[in-house]
Every structure is written in structure tokens, then in C-alpha cells.
């Protein structure tokens, strides 16, 4: 292209013109720049030069391959048809490729690895998923029980392991609040004597998805939507019900998170799974299939979806701050590992449930859970960003004894974990921060990057070689080394398919809703009832009525009673399902360790019965905090003061897990609207209940939460609308007394009875 004669003059004015006696001939290549260079620096200020006559730019296209012609917003993508990154159209995007439809997912599927790939660096820095977490310390102790099925170090009887264990939500960013309706994550990395082993799982035992390949479209649909950034960390909104509402494989895990466990109390009273099934080896080479769970010593307890709202906005950090909070005074959490077993048939499957199917659960009246070890947290961390931020989980890092499976989904996080690691810890060292080193001896021959923090010594940092004396020698098996479990694959096509087992969406789900009791049947009416309310198209919610029309017509009625809808028919006979008692929180009795007492008193109280209840809550291993209308102590001239916690003003009903009170406290001096909302209109004088006790006593009440006192507290319970003969009020004579009598209420964890149910009668 001919250069503009003003660019040529205003060079050959700069470079001192053509032909340079000095510079090479015309017509010689090799010339760095558009023209020659002069002796002196340039001091005349002028324009880039043009490329030279040989060279030329990239012509102009927007990111998605279009030019300024092809519309009004010629960045946005373009074409109605699903395409690569480089614009190939693709057949499927639901599939990864496989050796066959039940076989291992093949290395080779570019279009798997590039959505895989974008999708892990799509957040920077914080992790695309599980953003928002919390950690501790701790000890596993095997039990030794798992000796038969794996050789596993770690498991064997009394051998304790350090852990470092964090909880997660998975939708919210880092700045957003603990108690979302979500699935929780539960990711433990054990620092074995044979390297790093990391149980990456969920509070939740099934996914929404069997594929990995279908990873980003799961999360981009839950996640906040694109143009608004709202909603943060909730799934009540269309895009999310949208896609589980047409990819109803997503349905048992959508059932899940509108259960109470989609709410949990703490991190502490939460299950975990591994989601997938494993393969564990034994001495002899024997395998067999399992699947983990996390069984917590203080039982599975939920939120009500009220106490939910009311905490997000009072203390978004509570799930944290509990955690952080019971380690602290010593009531160090607690669960045991335990695995289902089944046999490794060529079919990979137990009583008609393909094992493969990340989507489907083994009931545990089938195959019971046994406790292979003990898990105890025992320490918090010292610095959030080294330890809980940095730290990275990966189902890659597994120990001899233990092997993955053809799980599609678990196939595709053995690459996305990490190269999301690689991106987001800032290269291939992030094993060597501190929170992530091996407690076993590294020699990997990897060498070099960003932030090597390692010195290694030699000069053949590869094999075979005879400089370094032929080091580092590979292990066998009988060596300790790491060996895959040797499998036939069957002959077999390349395909895009998943198995024929996979295609049962509604079986499951219908037995999880047969398992539940009628309190629990309510709570899951009520969530979907919410999260669907929360939609604007009407097309989602009634696609969705279709769905749980499949699963059960009584919900679906429900559902559509609340959305104003009417409810549809299911599509077909309903899927026949028994139910599964292991899958209600209801029914059974707990320690009560690490729960909250709030304590009600004033300067009138008698502060030896507070001192008593206070001790005695100290006692049973739980946190009382004592209530009072302002901070500092009550009796202060008595010699023995008791120290305020909370006062009027800062006190929730939400934090305590049950309410004590020392008579009927007066009102507090700033109990006045314009001064604290709480208090009302400002109405309390003399002899009146504080209105923010009122407002303590009536929500914890409604959340059917044990609620009591002595002295004249039946006074305040009344005002409260708390009838004193009510299920879980307690009204004695003693603190002490009351205390025993709540303390038993609290095992059960809420006073059910308070709870009116109209959906069905529960599990048979």
C-alpha cells in the first residue's frame, strides 16, 4: 500500500531521507523499522512509523470476528448457531467425548477443554466458585476400620493426619453473606505421609449436572445476571430456573437446596459428601466402590428461611463467625468419615443406581454408612488470605489406595481444579505456598516459574540421566508408589452420548420428598414458592409447575397455590419410590455442645440465679451470653458483677439457639423508635416489657426455638404472645430447672410441635 506522502516526508526529515551512504543498499532485507536510523537521538516529536511495505496488521474485527458493518453493536456475538472460540459450529455441548457412553472421557475433546478452560479463568482473583469461605485446623484419626478396602496410610487405626478444612458457599462473591440459600462446600485437605490426598465435596451428596461439560452453563445461570449483576448469591431468579427448569437432570439438587439443608445452622451441624464414587485398592490389588460422607457429631440442623433473612442483613458473617467463635471456646467441631461400599462390577452399579450418575444418591438403608475416622478442628487460621484465600483443593491429589472413576463429571474437574489454581494462585508453584506444601518429601523434576519459591540442586531435572546419579528413581507399588488400577475398557465408538441410566430425573427426587416430614414438606414448599415469586417470566414458572408435577402432584399444587398458577398434570405415572428415613433432619436426638443461650436479665434480676444459669450453660459445654438493656455488668457494688455481652439494642433473636429469662426485664433507657426502630414507638414506661424483648421472645418463639424463664418471666412470655403451656415454653421455679428442661429441648434442636404441617403425613 502506497505510504501517505506527509508520514514519508515527516520520516525523511526525521531519519535524514533515503539511501544513506552509510546505512545498507535499497532493497536488502533485514531493516529493523520503516526507515533508516540516525546517529543522533530524534528530538522532534512526531507519530508512530508505519509498518514497513513488507508487514501487515490484523484487519479490523471486533473479539466474536465481526467489523463495524455488521450492526449496532458489532462486539456482541453474532450468528445463531453455537461455535468454538475460533467460530467452528458444534453439534453438542451436553456431551464430553467418551469411549463409548459409559467409557472414560478422552483427553482429546478440544471443545470440553476450551469450555473447561475459559470458564476456570473467567474470575480474577477471587475463585469462580466457592469464593466466599471459611476454614480451621484440625486432626483426623483413622479408626483402622477401613483396612479391608484400602491400603490408604492414613486410614489405618490411630494414625492422625493434619488437616485444613474450608467451607464455602458456591454462588456468592467474597463480599457476600453467609446464610444464602446455596450448597455449601466441604473440602478437607489431608496432609498425608504419602503426599496430599484433598476430599473436595459438597453439604450436598448429588450435583446438578452428570457432565462436567456442563459446568459452565450451571454456574452462569446460578450466578448474578450479566447485564445487572444482581441478584448476589441467591439462586431466586430466572436465569437459574430457566436453565434447571429445561436441564431437569439438575432437579434432585435443586430439591436439595430448597430443603432446610440449602439453609444449614452452621458449618458445624453439616453434612458432606464426596458427590461422586471412588474406587479404593487394597493391599492385595482388590478394589471396591465407595462413596465418602462427613456425618457431624452435633447432627444436620437447618435455619428456618426467616432466621436466614433476618441474619444476612444483621450479621452476614455468622456462619464464620460460628465457626471461628466454637473452635475458639474450645467446643472444637466434630465428624466422622464414613463410606458406602459396593461392589466394583463391570457395571459399576448398586440395586438398579448407576454409580457413575453424580446426580443420583445410594439410599442408606441400602448400603449403610460405616465410620472409618475422626475428624476434630481444633484451630483457627492466622491469616485469612495465606491460608483460607490461598489454599487449593484439587480431586487430582490422591494418595495409593485411593482412585477415581469414569464419573464424566468427576473427569472434567481433575483438569478444571487445576488449571483454575494455575490461573487464580498466579502459575504452576501454588503447591508451594505454605497452606498447600505436602507433609511428604517432593522430588517432581518440575522446575522454574512464577513464584518458585523452592532451591533445588542438580543439573538433570529429568529421566533418565546419569549426571545426577540417575535420581530420582520411580516408585512401584511396592515402593509406595502411586499406581492406577489397571481397567479393560470395552471396544467401543467415540461418541457424544451419556448411558441410557442416566435419563431417571423425577425417581429420586420423588423419594427425597417422600423422606421428608410434613414440617420439612412445608419449608421445601415454601423455598420454591419464594425463589419461583422471585422470577419475572411467567414461562419459567410454569415450565418449573411441569417439573414437580412429575415428582409429586401435592407439591406441585402447593407451589402453583402460591404462585397464583394453575397446578398441571404429571406428563406419565409417577415414578415409584421408597422412602428413605436418612434423608429427614427431624426425629432425632443431638449434643447440644457449642450452642448459643441468650440470658434476659436487668439490674432487678436475681444475678445469683444468672450467675447459676450461666455457669451451668458453661457447664454442658455451651455459650450463654447474658442480655441486659445496656452494656457494662449488672450489680456492679456487688463484688461479683456479671459482664453484658448484648444489649437490648444489639441482641437478635437469630443468634441464640434458645432464650432464658431472669424474671421480666424493665426497659431500656433508649428504648425509643427514633433511637432503635426495634422498640417501636417509643410506647414503654414503667412496668412495661421492653418492646425489643417483645420482638426476642415472639421470634424465637415463631422459629420454634425452647424458650423460658423463672421468677415473673411468665409476665413477659405472655406479653410475647409465648403461652407459658405452649410446646417448649418453660416456666419453673429455678433457673436450673429450667435450664434442664430447655437443655433436653435443645437436642432435638427446634420444638417441632410448634410448627403447624398440611403437606402429606411424612415418611412411612
Request: aromatic share 6%.
Amino acid at each position: 500500500m502506497e505510504e501517505p506522502k506527509a508520514v514519508r516526508n515527516l520520516v525523511d526529515k526525521v531519519t535524514g531521507g533515503e539511501g544513506r551512504e552509510d546505512g545498507p543498499a535499497e532493497g536488502v532485507p533485514g531493516r529493523p523499522g520503516a526507515r533508516a536510523a540516525q546517529v543522533e537521538e530524534p528530538v522532534e516529536p512526531h507519530g508512530p512509523l508505519p509498518p514497513k511495505p513488507d508487514q501487515r496488521s490484523p484487519g479490523l474485527r471486533s473479539a466474536t470476528g465481526r467489523t463495524p458493518q455488521d450492526g449496532p453493536r458489532p462486539r456482541a456475538q453474532g450468528g445463531d448457531r453455537l461455535t468454538t472460540a475460533q467460530g467452528a459450529r458444534l453439534p453438542d455441548t451436553d456431551h464430553s467425548l467418551k469411549a463409548g457412553p459409559r467409557g472414560p472421557v478422552l483427553l482429546q475433546d478440544h471443545h470440553l477443554r476450551e469450555k473447561i478452560t475459559h470458564f476456570d479463568h473467567e474470575r480474577i482473583p477471587e475463585r469462580v466458585v466457592h469464593a466466599r469461605g471459611a476454614a480451621a485446623h484440625g486432626v483426623f484419626r483413622g479408626y483402622g476400620t477401613a483396612a479391608s478396602v484400602t491400603k490408604a496410610a492414613f486410614l489405618r487405626k490411630d494414625v492422625e493426619t493434619p488437616v485444613f478444612v474450608r467451607f464455602s458457599t458456591v454462588l456468592g462473591s467474597r463480599g457476600s453473606a453467609d446464610t444464602v440459600r446455596d450448597t455449601r462446600g466441604f473440602a478437607t485437605k489431608f496432609y498425608t505421609s504419602e503426599g496430599t490426598f484433598d476430599l473436595v465435596g459438597n453439604n450436598i451428596p448429588v450435583f446438578f449436572i452428570q457432565d462436567a461439560i456442563k459446568f459452565p452453563d450451571i454456574i452462569h445461570a446460578g450466578k448474578p445476571h450479566p447485564d445487572r449483576e444482581i441478584p448476589q448469591a441467591q439462586s431466586a431468579h430466572d436465569t437459574f430456573w430457566d436453565f434447571v427448569s429445561l436441564h431437569t437432570e439438575a432437579t434432585f439438587h435443586t430439591m436439595w437446596n430448597m430443603s432446610d439443608r440449602g439453609v444449614p445452622r452452621s458449618y458445624r451441624m453439616m453434612e458432606g459428601f464426596g458427590v461422586h464414587t471412588f474406587r479404593l485398592v487394597d493391599d492385595a490389588g482388590r478394589t471396591t466402590l465407595v462413596k465418602f460422607h462427613w456425618k457431624p457429631k452435633l447432627g444436620v440442623h437447618s435455619l428456618t428461611w426467616e432466621e436466614a433473612q433476618l441474619i444476612n442483613g444483621i450479621d452476614p458473617d455468622f456462619h464464620r463467625r460460628d465457626l471461628a467463635d466454637a473452635i475458639e471456646s474450645g467446643a472444637h467441631p466434630q465428624w466422622e468419615l464414613g463410606i458406602q461400599t459396593f461392589p466394583d462390577t463391570p457395571e459399576q452399579t448398586f440395586e438398579g443406581i448407576d454409580l457413575l450418575d453424580p446426580t443420583k444418591i445410594v439410599p442408606e438403608e441400602l448400603a449403610p454408612v460405616q465410620p472409618i475416622g475422626l475428624l476434630t478442628l481444633d484451630a483457627n487460621p492466622t491469616n485469612y488470605f495465606a491460608e483460607t484465600e490461598q489454599v487449593a483443593f484439587h480431586p487430582g491429589h490422591l494418595v495409593p489406595g485411593i482412585d477415581i472413576t469414569d464419573d464424566p463429571l468427576l473427569a472434567g474437574r481433575l483438569f478444571s481444579y487445576l488449571d483454575t489454581q494455575i490461573s487464580r494462585l498466579g502459575g504452576p508453584n501454588f503447591a508451594q505456598i505454605p497452606v498447600n506444601r505436602p507433609h511428604a518429601p517432593v522430588n517432581d523434576m518440575l522446575r522454574d516459574g512464577m513464584h518458585q519459591t523452592a532451591v533445588h540442586t542438580g543439573t538433570a531435572p529429568y529421566r533418565p540421566n546419569s549426571l545426577d546419579g540417575g535420581c530420582p528413581f520411580t516408585a512401584g507399588a511396592d515402593a509406595g508408589g502411586y499406581v492406577e488400577v489397571p481397567r479393560e475398557i470395552p471396544a467401543s465408538a467415540k461418541v457424544r452420548e451419556a448411558p441410557a441410566s442416566f435419563a431417571d430425573h423425577t425417581g429420586q427426587p420423588r423419594m427425597f420428598w417422600l423422606s421428608l416430614t410434613p414440617v420439612e414438606r412445608e419449608h421445601l414448599i415454601a423455598a420454591y414458592t419464594f425463589e419461583l415469586g422471585k422470577c419475572y417470566e411467567q414461562a419459567v414458572k410454569e415450565r418449573t409447575l411441569r417439573v414437580l408435577a412429575d415428582i409429586d402432584p401435592e407439591l406441585c399444587e402447593k407451589v402453583a397455590q402460591g404462585l397464583g398458577l394453575p397446578a398441571p398434570q404429571p406428563s406419565g405415572p409417577l415414578p415409584e419410590a421408597v422412602p428413605s428415613p436418612a434423608l429427614s433432619q427431624v426425629g432425632k436426638e443431638w449434643p447440644v455442645q457449642g450452642r448459643i443461650i441468650g440470658i434476659v436479665a436487668d439490674g432487678g434480676s436475681d444475678l445469683d440465679a444468672v450467675r447459676s444459669a450461666r455457669q451451668a450453660v458453661l457447664d454442658a459445654g455451651m455459650v450463654p451470653l447474658v442480655v441486659a438493656p445496656a452494656g457494662g455488668v449488672l450489680g456492679a457494688d456487688s463484688g461479683d458483677p456479671v459482664t453484658v455481652q448484648r444489649t437490648f439494642t444489639t441482641a437478635r433473636s437469630v443468634e441464640f439457639d434458645a432464650i432464658l429469662l431472669a424474671g421480666t426485664p424493665g426497659s431500656g433507657a433508649d428504648a425509643h423508635g427514633s433511637r432503635d426502630a426495634k422498640a417501636g414507638n417509643g410506647t414503654a414506661g414503667p412496668g412495661t416489657v421492653d418492646p425489643r424483648v417483645l420482638l426476642m421472645l415472639a421470634e424465637a418463639y415463631r422459629h420454634a426455638k425452647p424458650v423460658g424463664g423463672w421468677a415473673d418471666a411468665e409476665r413477659a412470655l405472655v406479653a410475647a404472645a409465648c403461652p407459658p403451656a405452649a410446646p417448649g415454653v418453660v416456666v419453673g421455679a429455678s433457673a436450673d430447672a429450667v435450664l434442664e428442661e430447655v437443655t433436653g429441648l435443645l437436642a432435638r434442636h427446634r420444638v417441632w410441635e410448634r410448627f403447624p404441617a398440611s403437606a402429606g403425613a411424612g415418611p412411612a
